[in-house]
């Protein structure tokens, strides 16, 4: 059943079709879809037909993979207070506890494989152009389906950070001893994720923001679009004439934003999506 949902409209009653397209996405229905639908012809259309593309993924695309999102019912944060294991204080105040938060997480995600929703923005990627992934995500799940053109924003569970020298390097030791110490200085060593209260790695934001600037479209999955700056990206891309799709069961404050919004699981819905695009001629 595709329910039309219309968003705040400022045409002030007009709701002509030739008026609304002339006047272009601002005016334009939502177009949602439920997850037993076919993707509507227009969105493949769009797709087929976008050279420069930027896909922002959240926790939603890992549930498939059995990784747990941090909002909602069944959510990281209802479990687990993020003040006491996700920002620099908590650190400060008690490594061993992150740690072993950050333990647990290893643990659980190692055992994790990408699902066919992982697996279809690899088969994007190979389609279009211009192309760039960004993802909140920590669990390293894009790279190992095997998307290229990726920037993990919040940084990844498997690398590790020296607080006395600085250095970056991968680490996949589960469990790993407790606590961890840099091989080369001997300074303590931390998750290299972006904690609450910490800023993005600017030449990271620099590219995103680049390829954000020029997009057509941005495609939006599985992200709540609460915590920023990634919360932001879309509507930035949109200021500059891209048009927004959303993948999600459920709305979020980007979905009026949205030329289509998708309501159903990404490791359903992006395969099918996909399948349509590889239909068309290739360009
Ligand atoms: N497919 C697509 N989306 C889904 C699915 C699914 N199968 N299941 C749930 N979702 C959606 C939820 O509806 C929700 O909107 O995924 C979203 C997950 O939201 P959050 O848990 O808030 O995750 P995210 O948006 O990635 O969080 C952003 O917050 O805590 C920080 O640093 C952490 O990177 C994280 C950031």
């Not at 008026?19 to 993707?39: C, H, K």
Request: aromatic share 6%; glycine share 10%; with cysteine.
């Amino acid at each position: 059943m595709g329910r039309p949902c219309r968003p705040k409209r400022g045409g002030g009653g007009y709701s002509g079709t030739g008026l609304r397209r002339l006047l272009g996405v601002e005016f334009m229905d939502i177009e949602r879809v439920g997850a037993g639908l076919e993707p509507p012809a227009a969105l493949v259309q769009l797709l087929a037909e976008t050279e420069r593309l930027v896909v922002l993924t959240g926790a939603g695309i890992s549930v498939e993979s059995g990784v747990p999102t941090f909002r909602g019912p069944e959510g990281l944060w209802r479990s687990f207070r993020p003040e006491e294991l996700a920002t620099p204080q908590a650190f400060q105040r008690n490594p061993r506890l992150v740690w072993e938060w950050y333990d647990w997480r290893r643990a659980k995600i190692a055992q994790a494989r990408p699902n066919p929703g992982h697996l279809a923005l690899v088969r994007l990627e190979e389609r279009v152009p211009d192309f760039l992934l960004l993802t909140q995500n920590v669990d390293g799940l894009h790279r190992l389906a095997g998307s290229r053109r990726l920037l993990e924003i919040h940084g990844s569970l498997w690398e590790v950070r020296c607080l006395s020298c600085g250095a970056v390097r991968e680490d996949r030791r589960v469990p790993i001893p407790m606590l961890p110490h840099c091989g080369g200085c001997g300074g303590l060593l931390r998750p290299h994720v972006v904690w609450f209260g910490e800023a993005l790695n600017p030449e990271i934001l620099r590219r995103a923001e680049e390829a954000l600037i020029r997009a057509q479209t941005v495609l939006v999955v599985g992200t709540s679009a609460v915590v920023q700056p990634a919360a932001s990206f879309a509507l930035w891309a949109r200021e500059a004439g891209a048009a927004i799709v959303e993948i999600n069961p459920d709305p979020t404050p980007l979905t009026r934003y949205c030329r289509f919004a998708l309501a159903g699981a990404a490791g359903e819905v992006l395969p099918r999506l996909l399948s349509r695009l590889e239909e068309q001629p290739s360009r």
